[in-house]
Every structure is written in structure tokens, then in C-alpha cells.
């Protein structure tokens, strides 16, 4: 059975919360934000009833509190990385942010007692949908979100002594000591 977190007591924090990570923080405020999200859906949603539509509703809701300036395809500055002047464009939710929301959320939604396989953080549907976002701000933005390559095969068979010997230059000689 899935539980929501309780509620805040608003005073002093406990000596677990005050060792808890920066990402267990983030991880809690987020889980908090969604639960309350869901208290005030229309018509109140529980936890168990929740699904990959409302993960989508509650990153639509999400987005008007957005920093992030994205072109649309008419505006003058839509490729431009660094546009030369204002423009009406929205503000939106960046990409990376939502990403890094939706993965917090998945590890809650499991460490309160959700199946991995249920997890509605995990759907196709949100997968696609940062996807599209991601491509989307890209194009606006001009800039390419490419996966990270992976190292050339011969220098991954070089001994770590040829590997550093190839990679970085010689070091000039020691001055002569007098």
C-alpha cells in the first residue's frame, strides 16, 4: 500500500532531515508537490489511481512556473542560442529540469510503496513526452542534445601508462639546480 508523506510540522527539523542530502530534499519537496497536486485535482485523485495522463497534466501545470525562454516556431529568434533582443515568447519549464523531476518522482513513488512496473513516472507516454520537449527546446534554443560518445576503441586497449603518455604532452625538463 502506497502512503502519502505526512504532514509538515512546519517547526524544527528532525536529526534525519538535517543529514539528508540536497537530492533527498529536492526528492521530498517534489513528492509533497505532486502529492498536494493530486488533493487538489478535480475530482481528488489517490495515489493508486494515478496514472501516466495526470503525470502529463501536473508537467503542463508545472510549466507556467518555467524560467526558461522558449522560441516558438514563428518568433524571429525561433534557432537562435543567444537572441540579440526581447520577444513575447513564453517561459517554460526547461528539459533538464523536468527530466531530473521525473526521475526524482519514480524513486519516491517506489520508496512509498509503489511497484516499479505501476510507477507511473515511468509510462511511455511521459517518456515521450520529455522526448518531444527536449527536441522541441533544442530546435528553439539551436542547439543539439547528442548522447555522449563513448571513447575510440584503440585508446581503450592502451595501458593506462600509453593512455596518459598519448593524451597529454611531455613536461618540460626541471630547471638546473644551482
Not at 524513486?107 to 522526448?131: C, D, K, M, Q, W
Request: hydrophobic share 30%; net charge positive; with cysteine.
Amino acid at each position: 500500500m502506497m502512503t502519502a508523506p505526512p504532514p509538515s510540522s512546519g517547526g524544527g527539523g528532525t536529526a534525519a532531515a538535517a543529514t539528508s542530502s540536497r537530492y533527498e530534499n529536492q526528492k521530498r519537496r517534489d513528492w509533497n508537490t505532486f502529492c498536494q497536486y493530486l488533493r487538489n485535482h478535480r475530482p481528488p485523485l489517490s495515489l493508486p489511481m494515478c496514472s501516466g495522463a495526470h503525470v502529463l497534466e501536473f508537467l503542463r501545470y508545472l510549466d507556467q512556473f518555467g524560467k526558461t525562454k522558449v522560441h516558438s516556431q514563428s518568433c524571429p529568434f525561433y534557432g537562435l542560442p543567444n537572441p540579440p533582443a526581447p520577444c513575447p515568447c513564453p517561459l517554460r519549464q526547461a528539459w533538464g529540469s523536468l527530466d531530473a523531476l521525473i526521475g526524482r518522482l519514480r524513486a519516491a513513488y517506489e520508496e512509498h510503496g509503489g511497484r516499479p512496473e505501476s510507477n507511473p513516472f515511468g509510462t511511455r507516454a511521459v517518456r515521450i513526452f520529455l522526448r518531444e520537449v527536449r527536441d522541441f527546446q533544442a530546435k528553439a534554443r539551436g542547439v543539439s542534445y547528442e548522447k555522449k560518445r563513448k571513447r575510440p576503441k584503440s585508446a581503450a586497449k592502451l595501458p593506462i601508462a600509453d593512455v596518459a603518455s598519448a593524451t597529454t604532452s611531455p613536461l618540460p625538463p626541471p630547471p638546473p639546480s644551482a
